[in-house]
């Protein structure tokens, strides 16, 4: 979409950009820069107030993963070249954004699977998804949680490459933060040091039904196998079992299917908390985070969005150099 309405001249502004054939800003200095799809997101990025360059293919050569621009840099110089619709859709979905449940999946292998079940945890607004030993069937193009922050210890950076169901996902994956986890010890150990109560998912008798999981305590709740379910080690480590319950006679889910009920009690749950809670923000994302994924969704909706910033931290660059 063109940039439309009064938006100040970008802080980057100056650069020649190429027209995407539906108008030009404001200003009158700059072509409209905003992709019909937003880039894929998995992690924030950066450390402290930068945010780290993502392997985007508007970024050519060998130096694809340039130099960190710091966030608020980052925001001033791109956040002009959106909408305003398109910059309070963000805002918006950023406010609404929880880590405070998690979804793991151990040992995954049908890509059609994760795909729809990132699609559901997307709709409910869940941020971090936590994938352990996936097949080698699944697997993404983007890489994982760049900030050391947010990256949980034991979890890999880059995940392998392979492709998601896009049309499933209708581009989910895009917003949430995937993390890559070696062994189901390490993703559970990370897990807890990060203060989550780790559930599994399982059909025993001691399991509790899923609506009365306490879920006013930061929970990771874990999904298995498509065939085999958690494996003996998670139910062993785990600190305890959840169940949906079912009144036919299947008394199975689809994968996918079990996710999205989970997603959908799960957020009602912390609906139900926040309105009662005397600090209803402990159940979103903490407002550093939401700053570092809003640069980043921003670098993925602009089209040639590391050349705009190569460029504006060049200029800047000069301007120092020449005493400016």
């Known amino acids: 979409m063109?940039?439309?309405?009064?938006s100040p001249r970008p802080a980057c502004a100056g650069l020649p950009l190429s027209a995407n054939?539906?108008?030009?800003?404001?200003?009158?200095a700059a072509e409209s820069v905003e992709s019909g799809a937003p880039f894929s997101v998995c992690g924030e990025g950066g450390r402290g107030d930068?945010?780290?360059?993502?392997?985007?293919?508007?970024?050519?050569?060998?130096?694809?993963?340039?130099?960190?621009?710091?966030?608020?840099?980052?925001?001033?110089c791109l956040e002009p070249l959106l909408t305003a619709a398109r910059r309070a859709r963000m805002q918006a979905v950023l406010a609404g954004r929880s880590d405070h449940?998690?979804?793991?999946?151990?040992?995954?292998?049908?890509?059609?699977?994760?795909?729809?079940?990132?699609?559901?945890?997307?709709?409910?607004s869940?941020?971090?998804?936590?994938?352990?030993?996936?097949?080698?069937?699944?697997?993404?193009?983007?890489?994982?949680?760049?900030?050391a922050d947010q990256a949980p210890a034991g979890m890999a950076e880059e995940p392998p490459e392979g492709v998601l169901a896009r049309g499933i996902t209708i581009g989910a994956e895009r917003w949430l933060s995937l993390h890559e986890a070696p062994s189901s010890s390490d993703c559970l150990t990370a897990?807890?040091?990060?203060?989550?109560?780790?559930?599994?998912?399982?059909?025993g008798p001691k399991a509790q039904p899923l609506p009365a999981i306490d879920f006013s305590r930061r929970t990771a709740l874990v999904f298995g196998n498509e065939h085999l379910g958690v494996s003996a080690e998670v139910l062993a480590r785990a600190d305890g079992a959840f169940r949906i319950d079912m009144l036919g006679f299947a008394q199975s889910l689809n994968l996918s299917v079990a996710v999205a009920i989970s997603a959908f009690h799960a957020?009602?749950?912390?609906?139900?908390?926040?309105?009662?809670?005397?600090?209803?923000d402990r159940f979103a994302l903490p407002p550093q985070r939401q700053r570092r994924l809003y640069a980043e969704w921003l670098r993925g909706s602009v089209k040639h969005a590391e050349r705009i910033l190569a460029a504006a931290q060049a200029s800047r660059a000069a301007k120092v150099s020449a005493g400016v």
């Open 2 to 6: 063109a940039l439309r309405g009064t």
């Open 21 to 28: 054939g539906e108008g030009r800003h404001a200003a009158g």
């Open 50 to 76: 930068e945010v780290s360059t993502p392997n985007h293919p508007s970024a050519r050569g060998p130096g694809a993963r340039q130099k960190a621009a710091p966030i608020e840099r980052t925001i001033a």
């Open 101 to 124: 449940v998690a979804f793991v999946f151990e040992r995954m292998i049908d890509p059609h699977n994760l795909s729809a079940a990132l699609r559901s945890l997307d709709a409910f």
């Open 126 to 147: 869940f941020q971090d998804v936590y994938l352990v030993q996936p097949g080698e069937r699944l697997a993404w193009r983007r890489p994982c949680e760049r900030d």
């Open 191 to 203: 897990l807890r040091a990060a203060g989550y109560v780790v559930l599994a998912s399982h059909l």
């Open 267 to 280: 957020r009602q749950a912390l609906t139900r908390l926040a309105a009662q809670d005397e600090r209803p």
